[in-house]
């Protein structure tokens, strides 16, 4: 079984220290979430684990890791200043705001695009979702990028410090296409990662850390020859994140494919897959229960031109005067010199997070009749790989041998010492955050050397040699 929505995951991160609303002491901060000692452990996790897969599993792929504020040119040529807006409204009545691409709109299957949508809102056939009326502004664009100045003297509107933080990782790795290609001496194709946060000032975030004004992405970019199968190289990265998301637990039955329509892409983008994660399943409309989880796009050679010095428009006039580079290739093996393509696989670290725990959690009912929650975290991801549990606390030889294991596991795997309850108190706090082994240790183990290694998934418990421990240990979390 997975979540049966995103609120039980909610309630059980903040009981288990995953995640914590934002500033909570002050009332919160709108859709901010503070990662716990859990959380930032398997935030961390899934990092190295994509790190891994992505760059040093690999022979093709470098990584970087670039500023979070660039100069704000990156974002003029980048289109970002220009288009990246959302269409916002105001509820009259209530003083919501909404995004008016995402209300619901009466007595049509579809929320019609553009200038549709103020037609709609013309003709009242759109209700605030808050209040229910139908008293809305006319949509205005809102451009979604936040907003910084640089430099302490620099006064509120001087347009010379004017910066913004990166709306997404991407442009960081384009202006350092070159740097990496020269001094790694790459040949066409290879491709640059990178993982970090991103901000966006969404009209309306929401639904835990599905929708966040501050994220994190893992972002990579394939440079491809203008030439090659860019739509086949869509496929084949949805095809190999498809097998990465199964290696991190996630059910298939739970990731749908959604071809975005050509009307609905991004300005750079000319073909984009996403991959959508049942992120809703309690609703009741299949098509209502899916959510983005990552999306691959084949971005042409878009960026790398117009952050270049060279090309020019039709009247010849440069495209990018302010730019001090050319970020073209000069292929030997062609003998020609061209603007690589771009295929980009752009996933979020937190909407990764929130699938991996969602499709992890599963209940169990124990002989006593008491449901019990088990998070099926695979092993690699789990914050704690074993807890050790002395049986009786009160007894210092119990007591100190079971720190001495822990101590002497620490070296190898993440292992934890709790003594704060009782036997059955103890397991179910690691079953409901995913431990898969607790190691306790009794009387017995005082006179045999041994103790009982618990697994999280069937309960089934076995005893173990302690000097066997850790190697016995490391060989079932690999398996
Ligand atoms: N460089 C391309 C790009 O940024 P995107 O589809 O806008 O593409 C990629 O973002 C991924 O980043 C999304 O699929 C999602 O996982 C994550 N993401 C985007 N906006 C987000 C937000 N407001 N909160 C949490 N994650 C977000």
């Known amino acids: 079984m997975a979540a049966p929505n995103i609120e039980t995951i909610v309630s059980l991160a903040k009981r288990r220290g995953f995640v914590f609303p934002s500033s ?33 599993e690999r022979d093709d792929i470098e990584g970087v890791d670039s500023s979070i504020i660039l100069n704000r040119l990156v974002w003029q040529y980048s289109g970002h200043e220009a288009t990246f807006h959302d269409p916002l409204v105001d509820c009259r009545e209530c003083k919501t705001r909404l995004r008016a691409d995402k209300l619901e709109f009466t007595g049509e299957s579809a929320a019609p695009k553009g200038g549709d949508i103020a037609e709609s809102i013309l003709q009242k056939r759109v209700k605030c979702p808050n209040c229910g009326s139908t008293d809305l502004t006319e949509p205005r664009l809102f451009n979604m990028m936040f907003r910084t100045r640089l430099g302490a003297a620099a006064d509120e509107d001087d347009p010379t410090a004017l910066a ?65 199968e860019h739509l086949k190289l869509v496929d084949e990265w949805v095809e190999q994140y498809l097998e990465w998301f199964s290696s991190l637990g996630l059910d298939r039955a739970n990731l749908h494919l959604h071809e975005v329509p050509n009307e609905e892409l991004a300005h750079y983008s ?93 209940e169990k009912t124990n002989d006593k009749g008491e449901k019990r929650v088990i998070l099926k975290l695979r092993s690699h991801l789990a914050p704690i790989k074993a807890a050790i549990l002395p049986l009786a606390k009160n007894k210092p030889e119990i007591v100190g041998m079971a720190k001495a294991i822990k101590r002497s596991l620490q070296p190898v795997l993440r292992a934890v010492y709790d003594d704060t309850g009782g036997i059955g108190k103890l397991y179910a706090r690691q079953d409901e955050i995913g431990t898969p082994f607790c190691v306790t240790v009794d009387h017995q183990s005082l006179e045999d050397e041994a103790v009982t290694v618990r697994d999280r998934d069937t309960w089934e418990q076995e005893r173990v040699k302690v000097s066997d421990l850790p190697e016995h240990l490391q060989i079932r979390l690999r398996a």
């Open 24 to 56: 909570e002491v002050y009332g919160g901060l709108g859709s901010a979430w503070d990662y716990g000692p859990l959380g930032v452990e398997l935030c961390n996790n899934v990092k190295q684990v994509w790190w891994r897969w992505m760059v040093h």
């Open 164 to 228: 913004y933080l990166r709306p997404e990782t991407a442009q960081g790795i384009f202006i350092n296409f070159v740097n990496v290609q020269t001094t790694m001496r790459r040949k066409i194709p290879f491709g640059i990662a990178q993982i970090g946060k991103s901000f966006r000032n969404e009209i309306t975030p929401g639904n835990f850390i599905l929708r966040t004004r501050e994220f994190e992405q893992m972002e990579m970019e394939y440079f491809v020859r203008p030439d090659a």
């Open 270 to 362: 000319k073909r984009t897959v996403d991959i959508l994660y049942r992120y809703f399943p309690e609703r009741p409309e299949e098509e209502r229960q899916w959510e983005e989880l990552m999306g691959i796009a084949y971005r042409t050679d878009f960026d790398l031109r117009s952050h270049s010095n060279k090309p020019s428009d039709s009247e010849g006039k440069r495209i990018n005067p302010d730019s001090t580079d050319d970020l073209s290739f000069f292929d030997d093996a062609l003998k020609e010199r061209y603007y690589p393509h771009v295929i980009e696989p752009a996933a979020g670290v937190n909407r990764t997070v929130l699938a991996i725990l969602m499709d992890a959690y599963s």
